[in-house]
């Protein structure tokens, strides 16, 4: 009989949301095959977890599929983690996750953290509907080109952001979007969590006093 594939949220900061489903598949699949090897051990020894370790990552999973899926062939049971996270989300995994699929192994989520839920459910902006796009282009004509594509949906969008980009991605969309209420999450269940809001000027305005570090999730109302 094939094995599983297991697709596990890890805490996108807080140990303490783990789920105790998740320890336990990860204690009990014969293999993790992980986007940061070194990151994921730090959390397996954590809770004193011994399972090996393969890594995942992007630019060696299509290299990796093949050899991975030969083991849930086999009748391995295999636990699939991001760095932070649910993984496939803007995340490695959707390789190995779509291979599984066509080969009728079965595949099992395990929930738990999500960057995209935690920004949302605590943003202050309409969460009935929401698109999430995820990054950006980094190429600011092809960045401009996928707000634009964006600008006349009326729900609520998010945007992962990097530190290093933000202020440029808050200029475009202040340009592309208007003046539009915004929220910058920060540090999401980390110590030093940060939800700024306000119009998208005033984000703007409040980097600029205000140097800002770690992931982030921005969230934008949509066209009224």
Not at 172 to 192: I, N, Y
Request: aromatic share 6%; with cysteine.
């Amino acid at each position: 009989m094939f094995g599983t594939l297991y697709i596990v949220a890890t805490p996108i900061g807080n140990l303490e949301d783990i789920t105790p489903r998740a320890l336990r598949i990860l204690k009990e699949v014969d293999l993790i095959a992980a986007e940061d090897t070194r990151h994921t051990r730090k959390l397996l020894t954590h809770f004193d977890i011994h399972t090996p370790l393969t890594s995942f990552f992007q630019a060696n999973e299509r290299m990796k599929v093949d050899a991975i899926l030969g083991q849930l062939r086999d009748g391995k049971n295999i636990a699939l983690v991001s760095d932070a996270g649910t993984p496939c989300i803007s995340d490695p995994g959707y390789p190995l996750l779509r291979a599984a699929v066509e080969a009728e192994i079965k595949v099992v989520p395990i929930p738990g953290p999500s960057a995209v839920a935690t920004a949302i459910s605590a943003a202050g902006l309409p969460t009935d509907r929401f698109t999430f796009v995820g990054f950006l282009p980094d190429k600011p004509g092809k960045r401009i080109h996928a707000l634009e594509e964006l600008r006349d949906i009326s729900h609520t969008l998010l945007f992962y952001v990097s530190p290093w980009k933000v202020e440029k991605i808050l200029a475009d969309c202040l340009s592309v979007f208007g003046d539009r209420d915004a929220c910058l999450a920060r540090e999401l269940t980390k110590m030093h969590e940060e939800f700024r809001r306000g119009k998208l000027s005033e984000l703007v305005e409040s980097l600029k006093m205000k140097m800002t570090k770690g992931e982030m999730v921005l969230v934008i109302d949509g066209k009224k």
